[in-house]
């Protein structure tokens, strides 16, 4: 009767809050284990920690605590326990055992919200990979009943066991997931290389996960991304055009969002879509400034930039969700900050107006001399939509222009024998 009555799954969270970790990040840490359960449609019963020097090798926490543990999920009638750390294949074989229940870690948890979120071709194949990646040393010791004779076509013949028969399955599709994920990375390798050739501004929103980013991108762009109040709603990196103030078009791509004790697995198999990050010219490093932890939440961000070599790369902080946040309240010092609401016209206007001081700094101010007749160069710099300001000289019958462009730009041998020389170079925008 009960099975009918339940709409979703419920479950225990367990947690081991180690002595020599920050109380702080193992408190965030157990907060985000409860966010991550309701964003895969879980209903939390119970949360139940311990504070121990080291995790048990065999249970993970203390095998009285385990026990006790058990008899609270047979009480609640729970369908799973989740544990708020990788377990090893032996912590998870001893754990099946003692529970009735369902067992699963923070890595399987995150696994089953991203292998139900993934749209793109290149996100599923990550996620697959993922899965399987954890799966294989997972796969040994797993009962006598997966020990059976296999034979016939296509295996080593009688005698294979069916973990054997696994494994080998296993490898061979990691080999095969990896050889199209190297296929579509080669493809966006392209597609990066393109916007180099062009000379496209690259803006890229980075951030903790749930810090409004794809609300940003819809916002300034109509995306039509997927934006929700939960954790990981965006995993496929999306790119869209976007038009500041001048007319200047630049583009603007989304990313996966970065959380604590992110998996091995997924850091791994999600660096790809990560890597697009080391090719922009700026980054926006959307903050959440209503979280209580925000500022641990900036350092999480800030280390995996490093991690992936994109520490160099000029930095905006918006501090988002303004809207939310009561006069006084205590912000982190940044560098280079924009205190917003996405949600607000007049602060989305301010950010456009800050990206385009960024991106108009990155080119060279030179001057042209172009004869009038040669309507051409001047239509060729509008539709390229290049930063100018012209003024034409009856005398000379010509026009003198003041433009914004890079030298690796396509148009720079086009418009070169027009240049006046010396061109200066100017750090603020005009």
């Given at each position: 009767m009960s099975e009918m009555i339940k709409t979703k799954e419920t479950a225990i969270l367990v947690g081991c809050l180690l002595d020599n970790r920050d109380a702080e990040r193992m408190r965030l840490s157990?907060?985000?284990?409860?966010?991550?359960?309701?964003?895969?449609?879980?209903?939390?019963?119970?949360?139940?920690?311990?504070?121990?020097?080291?995790?048990?090798?065999?249970?993970?926490?203390?095998?009285?605590?385990?026990?006790?543990?058990?008899?609270?999920?047979?009480?609640?009638?729970?369908?799973?326990?989740?544990?708020?750390d990788e377990l090893s294949p032996s912590q998870t074989r001893?754990?099946?055992?003692?529970?009735?229940?369902?067992?699963?870690?923070?890595?399987?948890?995150?696994?089953?919200?991203?292998?139900?979120?993934a749209q793109s071709r290149e996100g599923k194949i990550q996620v697959e990979l993922a899965q399987y990646n954890y799966l294989l040393p997972r796969l040994a010791g797993q009962g006598k009943q997966l020990s059976r004779l296999g034979a016939g076509i296509g295996t080593r013949g009688p005698g294979e066991s069916k973990l054997e028969s696994d494994r080998r399955h296993i490898r061979k599709r990691i080999s095969e997931l990896k050889q199209q994920l190297a296929d579509t990375v080669r493809t966006r390798q392209l597609h990066r290389e393109r916007r180099k050739k062009n000379n496209v501004f690259?803006?890229?929103?980075?951030?903790?996960?749930?810090?409004?980013?794809?609300?940003?991108?819809?916002?300034?762009?109509?995306?039509?991304?997927?934006?929700?109040?939960?954790?990981?709603?965006?995993?496929?990196?999306?790119t869209r055009q976007l038009t500041l103030p001048s007319g200047m078009e630049v583009l603007l791509t989304d990313t996966v969002g970065f959380i604590q004790?992110?998996?091995?697995?997924?850091?791994?198999?999600?660096?790809?879509?990560?890597?697009?990050?080391?090719?922009?010219?700026?980054?926006?490093?959307?903050?959440?400034s209503h979280h209580p932890d925000l500022e641990i939440h900036m350092e999480v961000v800030d280390r995996v930039l490093k991690e992936l070599d994109a520490g160099q790369i000029p930095q905006l902080v918006v501090f988002n969700k303004a809207d939310l946040v009561r006069e006084g309240t205590y912000l982190p010092p940044a560098e280079n900050s924009?205190?917003?609401?996405?949600?607000?016209?007049?602060?989305?206007?301010?950010?456009?107006?800050?990206?385009?001081?960024?991106?108009?700094?990155?080119?060279?101010?030179?001057?042209?001399?172009?004869?009038?007749?040669?309507?051409?160069?001047?239509?060729?710099?509008?539709?390229?939509?290049?930063?100018?300001?012209?003024?034409?000289?009856?005398?000379?019958?010509?026009?003198?222009?003041?433009?914004?462009?890079?030298?690796?730009?396509?148009?720079?041998?086009?418009?070169?024998?027009?240049?006046?020389?010396?061109?200066?170079?100017?750090?603020?925008?005009?």
């Amino acid at each position: 009767m009960s099975e009918m009555i339940k709409t979703k799954e419920t479950a225990i969270l367990v947690g081991c809050l180690l002595d020599n970790r920050d109380a702080e990040r193992m408190r965030l840490s157990m907060e985000e284990l409860e966010e991550l359960a309701d964003t895969a449609g879980v209903e939390v019963l119970d949360v139940i920690t311990q504070n121990r020097e080291r995790v048990d090798s065999a249970w993970y926490l203390g095998s009285g605590k385990i026990e006790e543990i058990a008899h609270r999920a047979t009480e609640l009638d729970v369908d799973v326990v989740i544990f708020n750390d990788e377990l090893s294949p032996s912590q998870t074989r001893n754990l099946d055992r003692v529970f009735e229940c369902k067992v699963i870690d923070r890595t399987q948890l995150i696994l089953d919200i991203f292998a139900g979120r993934a749209q793109s071709r290149e996100g599923k194949i990550q996620v697959e990979l993922a899965q399987y990646n954890y799966l294989l040393p997972r796969l040994a010791g797993q009962g006598k009943q997966l020990s059976r004779l296999g034979a016939g076509i296509g295996t080593r013949g009688p005698g294979e066991s069916k973990l054997e028969s696994d494994r080998r399955h296993i490898r061979k599709r990691i080999s095969e997931l990896k050889q199209q994920l190297a296929d579509t990375v080669r493809t966006r390798q392209l597609h990066r290389e393109r916007r180099k050739k062009n000379n496209v501004f690259q803006v890229a929103l980075v951030g903790y996960t749930n810090a409004g980013k794809s609300t940003l991108l819809n916002q300034l762009t109509d995306a039509g991304t997927l934006q929700e109040d939960k954790l990981f709603a965006t995993l496929d990196p999306t790119t869209r055009q976007l038009t500041l103030p001048s007319g200047m078009e630049v583009l603007l791509t989304d990313t996966v969002g970065f959380i604590q004790d992110l998996p091995t697995t997924l850091v791994a198999a999600f660096r790809s879509t990560l890597e697009g990050i080391k090719e922009a010219d700026l980054i926006l490093h959307v903050v959440d400034s209503h979280h209580p932890d925000l500022e641990i939440h900036m350092e999480v961000v800030d280390r995996v930039l490093k991690e992936l070599d994109a520490g160099q790369i000029p930095q905006l902080v918006v501090f988002n969700k303004a809207d939310l946040v009561r006069e006084g309240t205590y912000l982190p010092p940044a560098e280079n900050s924009i205190f917003i609401s996405a949600l607000r016209p007049d602060d989305q206007q301010l950010l456009l107006e800050r990206i385009e001081q960024y991106a108009l700094a990155s080119f060279e101010q030179l001057e042209l001399k172009v004869p009038a007749e040669r309507g051409d160069i001047l239509s060729l710099l509008h539709r390229e939509g290049v930063e100018m300001e012209q003024q034409f000289h009856d005398e000379e019958a010509s026009y003198r222009i003041k433009v914004r462009v890079n030298r690796d730009h396509p148009i720079y041998g086009r418009i070169a024998p027009f240049l006046l020389d010396p061109p200066e170079t100017v750090e603020e925008s005009w």
